[in-house]
C-alpha cells in the first residue's frame, strides 16, 4: 500500500487540475484544431507521456522507483505557486486579453503537474524524467502578440533568403520590406507563406531530436537555435521553386499541388538539415567524451 501512495496521490493531483483548469485546456484544444499555428500543441502531451513511460522502463530507472518517496517540501511550493497564478489569472487581471489570461493559465497547470511529480516521487525521479516534464511547456500557446512578430520575423526574413536565392540563380530580384520583384512579377510573401505552422513543427522536432540524442547543452542549444534559419531557408527555398516553375514552364504551379500541399516535401528538406547538424554534434559529443575519459579509453582498448 504504502508503495501505491505515490501514484494514488500524484493521480488525484492530476484529477484535481482538470477540474480546476477544464476553461482553459478546452480553449487551448480549440485553439490547437482551429489555428495552423498552435497544431503543434496536439503532439505534445501524447509524446510526453510515450517518453516518460520509455524512460521510466529504462534500467537506470529502477532503482529509482524502487525509492520512490514523498516530497512535500520540494514539490509543494510548486503546487502552491501554481495555485497563486491559477487564482491571479481567475480574479486579479481584469484589463488583460484573454489570450494572455490561457497562457498564464496553461503555465500554471504544467507547474502544477510538475510540482505533483516531485511532491509524489521526488527528485531523483524528477532529473531522470526532466526533459520529457520539461517539454509540457510546449502546450502552452504564445500570446497573440508574440505569434505576431513571429510571423513578422518568419515573412521579413524569408523575403529576405529569398532575394539572395534568387541572385545566387541569376535572377534580377529587389526586395522592398515583405515584397519581392523579379521581372515581370511581384511576390508578397504573404502571412501564409511564412509557414508558421510547419516552422513550430521543426522547432518542436528539434528539441525531442536534442533532448533524446545530445547530452551537452550547449550542443542542444545550437541544434534548437538552428531550426530558426532552416525555417527561414526552407520557407526560401519553397517560395523560389514554385515561383520558378510558374514563370517557366506552367503558370499553373501558383495555384498547384505544390504550392497549396507540397509544404511537407520542403519541411523535409528542413529535418534533412537538422538531421545532418545533429549527427555532426554527436560525433563531437562522443569524441569529446572520448578525450575526457583516456582511462576508460585505455581499459576498451586493453
Request: aromatic share 10%.
Amino acid at each position: 500500500m504504502m508503495k501505491a501512495l505515490p501514484f494514488l496521490i500524484f493521480g488525484a493531483l492530476c484529477a484535481l487540475s482538470i477540474l480546476l483548469w477544464w476553461p482553459s485546456l478546452a480553449d487551448t484544444l480549440r485553439l490547437a484544431l482551429a489555428r495552423d499555428a498552435y497544431t503543434h500543441i496536439l503532439l505534445i502531451l501524447p509524446l510526453s507521456v510515450a517518453l516518460i513511460y520509455a524512460d521510466s522502463t529504462m534500467p537506470s530507472a529502477r532503482p529509482i522507483w524502487r525509492d520512490v518517496r514523498l516530497s512535500p517540501g520540494l514539490g509543494g511550493p510548486l503546487l502552491a505557486l501554481a495555485l497563486v497564478v491559477w487564482n491571479y489569472v481567475q480574479w486579479g487581471m481584469p484589463y488583460a486579453t484573454e489570450d494572455v489570461h490561457l497562457s498564464l493559465a496553461m503555465l500554471a497547470i504544467v507547474a502544477w503537474w510538475i510540482g505533483s511529480f516531485i511532491f509524489c516521487f521526488g527528485m531523483p525521479a524528477f532529473h531522470q524524467l526532466q526533459f520529457p516534464l520539461y517539454l509540457l511547456f510546449l502546450i502552452v500557446p504564445v500570446p497573440e502578440s508574440v505569434l505576431r512578430t513571429m510571423i513578422e520575423f518568419l515573412q521579413l526574413e524569408s523575403a529576405n533568403t529569398t532575394r539572395v536565392l534568387f541572385h545566387a540563380l541569376g535572377v534580377p530580384a529587389t526586395q522592398d520590406g515583405i515584397l519581392v520583384s523579379i521581372p515581370g512579377l511581384v511576390i508578397e510573401v504573404a502571412k501564409e507563406c511564412s509557414s508558421i505552422r510547419s516552422s513550430m513543427m521543426l522547432l518542436v522536432t528539434t528539441i525531442i531530436l536534442a533532448g533524446l540524442f545530445l547530452r551537452s547543452p550547449w550542443r542542444r542549444l545550437l541544434l534548437v537555435l538552428a531550426a530558426i534559419p532552416l525555417s527561414v531557408f526552407k520557407n526560401a527555398v519553397r517560395i523560389v521553386t514554385i515561383t520558378l516553375l510558374a514563370t517557366r514552364i506552367d503558370p499553373g504551379y501558383f495555384e498547384g499541388r505544390l504550392h497549396h500541399q507540397g509544404g511537407i516535401l520542403f519541411f523535409g528538406v528542413a529535418v534533412v538539415g537538422i538531421i545532418l547538424l545533429l549527427l555532426l554534434l554527436r560525433r563531437s559529443e562522443t569524441h569529446g567524451a572520448r578525450l575526457a575519459n583516456p582511462v576508460a579509453n585505455s581499459r576498451e582498448s586493453a
